[in-house]
């Protein structure tokens, strides 16, 4: 089953799967149903248990009739703005919510992380920011440590992105498409003659409700008369009572892939296929069992306009971590062959979804929570050499296509332009939540209103490079007796002989190559013996202690150890660039961390990096357009102590 939101957005498969698991089991008791929507009859639930179920939906009007009743209770304000969080819904009442439950002595922690992912939403990076490092700072759980620094990094990100908005203009597709229920994960062939998508509207078949207070969702199709979609219909051929979603689709429109969720059928989270037929599509079959595993998700897809690839999301074992991308080439007899992971330069230790790809086979659009995401998942775009089959670094598609909220998909049209010999895509359809739609995500067209520049993400660190000490440290212990003085070593410590006294203990720097000698010195029966450190008489009268002797020798065949170095990230440092065309000075603060992101279009630039009590650094710096252009590049400035 698939979620059209997350804690915030758009859920993944097996977030949903999981969560139905853990909440049937704390629900089951007490409910005779044999389907889902019995379980998720609202009637039956109070507030408490349609949030822990998280049927936000129908428990936000429950909570705020509760805060209206009783505003004092900080427990319903916290989960009456979590519901706002999570869904897709008008935020403007989520920051003062967040803060007066901040505000308080006693509140939960992760209610610091939600405010600052609240300033996150709302695109006040700075606040975010200083929120996330508060909430970073206070938790002792690791993991909660990480989340904190990406969303921090995400922030860093969505700052630079910001300055550079795209020229792009958002039509909703109207009634005849959408409803006030989710509408999501539109595509549409190359010469746009009709829209598939997914939807969780009343009305589905089977009408039942799934946990989370939606309809299960069923796939529709809206085909184009007169220049204008028609009225959106449930194409039956394909949809159950259970979860059926568009997953992707062929530029000619000849496949339509399908997400399926039927546990009732045994298909669990698989990828199917419906070939169209004129003008309806027809009954799914099922992708290669090497596509499809018993073990893994497979959530979206898409297949080459020769029929020869289909890219797919799995979270296969061995990827790189979540969902990744593939690829299988199809056979002599018609199925599909091994799989390829698509490699580190698309894949993430976070998760990658919905390829979608372009006629010639060479570009790939994608939705990504890794790279230079600015929030949730991100749209990208990479290019693939057709010599190599390598993929480039992918390209953030950019603000305001992309948000931080969740951009899972987008399917461009392309259309073939006979003076640059090249598809062009001037059009895109986006699923989206936005003030002016019918309640829920919308299908989106949106048309980009001129060529934008393309921009490069600089990606680096500042950092402090010192040597580590390679020398080795011994302690010695200074005793008294009178005016006498003895040196001995930490192994011979404490002294055997409690006439004397512990006055001093210090280290003492040894040179590599070199270590200390300690020799002890007895008399007995009238004869001078020497004992090492390890292995001396103690409290024995017939042995009378003279005295302790500590030389230090070199070691023999000694071999100097690899010098090594430790980098330590500058904070304060400041980075200032400058366009040298015309002039225009930029500046960066790299985060605490010393990572820093920074994002121009092509050009000819200058970078002057600023460390208190260090020698400035000053480079210059191209960055390539047309065929010549990367969509991100590093650059680490390291900053050399004396000590």
Known sequence: MRSIYMLGSNASAHTRRWALLSILICLIIGFNASRAGNLSDEADLSPKELFRSKNFINALPEYVKMVAEDPDNMDNKYKLAQCYLYLNVDKSKLIPLLEEVCSKPKHDIEAIFDLGRAYHLELEFDKAIKIYSSYKSRTTNMADVAKAARQIEMCYNGKELIKYPLDISFENLGKNVNSPYPDFTPRVPNDESFVVFSSRRKGNKGSYLDYDGYHFSDVYMS????????????????????????????????????????????????????????????????????????????????????????????NVKGGFGGMDLYVSTLMPDG????????????????????PAISVDGNTMYFSSEGHTSMGGYDLFKAERDPETSGWSTPANLGYPLNTAEDNMNICFPEIWDAGTQKERSRYAYISAYRKEGFGDLDIYRVTFNKIEPKLTAITGSVTLKKMLDNSTYKTFHIYKKGDKKLTIPEECHPWFDSNWKLTETKKVKVDPGYTYKTSIYFEINGQRKVFSSKKYPKNKDQYKFRWV????????????????????????????VTDKNNMAEYRYTPSNSGRYVIILPPGNYTVFVDVPNFESITEDFELRGKSSFKAEISKDYVFVSDE
């Not at 003008?279 to 596509?291: F, G, Q």
């Not at 199925?335 to 919905?354: A, D, F, Q, R």
């Not at 070199?554 to 200032?576: D, M, R, S, T, V």
């Open 223 to 314: 085909r184009v008369k007169n220049g204008a979609f028609g009225r959106a219909a449930n194409v039956g051929a394909i949809n159950s009572e259970s979860d059926e979603e568009v997953a992707g689709i062929s530029p000619d429109g000849k496949n339509v892939l399908i997400f399926v969720d039927d546990v009732y059928q045994n298909i669990y989270a698989n990828i199917y296929v419906s070939k169209r037929k004129g003008r309806s599509l027809r009954p799914i079959t099922a992708l290669s069992d090497l596509v499809n595993t018993p073990t893994s998700l497979e959530t979206s897809a898409t297949i080459t306009a020769d029929g020869q690839l289909l890219y797919f999301s799995s």
């Open 335 to 354: 199925s599909w062959g091994e799989v390829m992971n698509l490699g580190p330069n698309i894949n993430t230790k976070y998760n990658e979804e919905y």
């Open 549 to 576: 002797k500590n030389t230090l020798v070199k070691i023999p065949n000694y071999e100097a150890p690899e010098i090594k170095y430790l980098y330590q990230p500058i904070a304060e440092a400041l980075l200032i």
